[in-house]
């Protein structure tokens, strides 16, 4: 524990947003603990030690920093010194136009970063409660899979009821039981990504027979049986299982992750009615995640129902797909524009826990939480970044911008951002993929604007 002269900041949680947060106040001249409840206290879905470890998908999806908002995310995050997007670029694997990485070479990286830092301390130990009265700057980056008693302490001081939503995780396969007379490689258009060629994805087809055939399988398989307490969480449409979207209409998923736009089948003349894409999982390219396949089946009803899928008759699973509960609060209502719990401010809150949704998310949320921590214990001013920056608008909607009676978990999009007035070529109103440039356009140079205004120099300040 610390008195009230002591500036350390503590972190509670080791994910993506709390690993990032200690990066950033470290960097910025802050001394720093992070607190790691993992291995002492496991979870449902988490499977190693490491810090940062993803467990829903290695993806941290489009890498486009002119037309989509998630690549913008991604560039204005290295432009902030970001721990988590330089490894994430050292581990980078192929995956057409998207950002994926290698699962431990990413998390060993993280881990080795931190642990090798002068300004950080790493404990493994549960924070069980509140933190001591003592700690006069803290983060809390729990995520979605927060301890009971840290959520039941959240909610003794907030008077607000926790929301909630099911996570569920796709199926991993080994790539050499995989059947390539039936399966070939091809990237969506042939798009090539940061680390791509256009041929980075396992593409599995079906005629409509075998499409109809799978989706009543889907329907009928038996399913994991939820806990009394369980059976009113919603689901989060970006994670939703694959037998849900399946029961919400015959042709739901040839219009979601198994739409066969963009791809031609080298061994058939015939154009496929459906298509199931694998991406790759690890670095090496042994093994392939079932792109929007994450599901709440029964683990032998999974094997059968996966191996009707042609190609994969005879599939090795690396791993099996998995559900698990996701807990975030109403923070609109109860966090300030600075991430802070307005009932007791010395809390901050980063991460998924704020409603914000997706690993680059929670990691740019984290971002943000460890340089408002750093400038307070250094005494140091910090403005928050303009809205029209992918970072203002995401830290916008989470606090102020959202509407807390209709709350949900939010990726960033360009409907987040404040409208522009951008004419197109013609000189007239700016639509569609100009409107989204012209958006990113105006985010970077503010961005630049904002970073030369902060007394840190781009809040890199390193530990003399």
Known sequence: MTDKTDKTIHIIGGGLAGTEAAWQAAEMGAKVILHEMRPHVKTDAHQTHGLAELVCSNSFRSDDAEFNAVGLIHEEMRRCNSLIMREADKAAVPAGGALAVDRIIFSDGVTAALEAHPNITIEREEIAGLPPKEWDNVIVATGPLTSAPMAEAILDITGEDALAFFDAIAPIIHKDSIDFDVAWFQSRYDKSGPAGTGSDYINCP????????????????????????????????????????????????????????????????????????????????????????????????????????????????????????????????????????????????????????????????????????????????????????????????????????????????????????AKNARGKRAKGKDRKKAMSDRARADLTTWLESLPHNEGTKKAA
């Open 206 to 421: 079906m005629n409509e027979e075998q499409y109809n055939a799978f989706i009543q399988e889907l329907v009928d398989a038996p399913k994991i049986e939820f806990k009394e307490w369980e059976k009113d969480t919603p689901y989060f449409d970006g994670c939703m299982p694959i037998e849900v979207m399946a029961e919400r209409g015959q042709e739901t998923l040839r219009f979601g992750p198994m739409k066969p736009v963009g791809l031609t089948n080298p061994h058939k003349d015939e154009k496929p009615y459906a298509v199931v894409q694998l991406r790759q999982d690890n670095a090496l390219g042994t093994i392939y995640n079932m792109v929007g396949f994450q599901t709440k089946m029964k683990y032998g009803d999974q094997t059968r129902v996966f191996k009707t899928i042609p190609g994969l008759e005879n599939a090795e699973f690396a791993r099996l797909g998995g559900l698990h509960r996701n807990t975030f609060i109403n923070s609109p209502k109860v966090l300030n524009d600075k991430l802070q719990l307005k009932a007791e401010p010395r809390l901050r809150f980063a991460g998924q826990i704020t409603g914000c949704e997706g690993y680059v998310e929670s990691a740019s949320i984290g971002l943000m939480a460890g340089r408002l921590a750093a400038s307070e214990a250094l005494a140091q001013e910090f403005t928050l970044p303009p809205l029209t920056t992918a970072f203002g608008a995401l830290l916008n909607h989470i606090t102020t911008g959202a509407d807390a009676k209709t709350f949900q978990p939010m990726n960033v999009n360009f409907g987040l951002f404040p409208d522009i007035d």
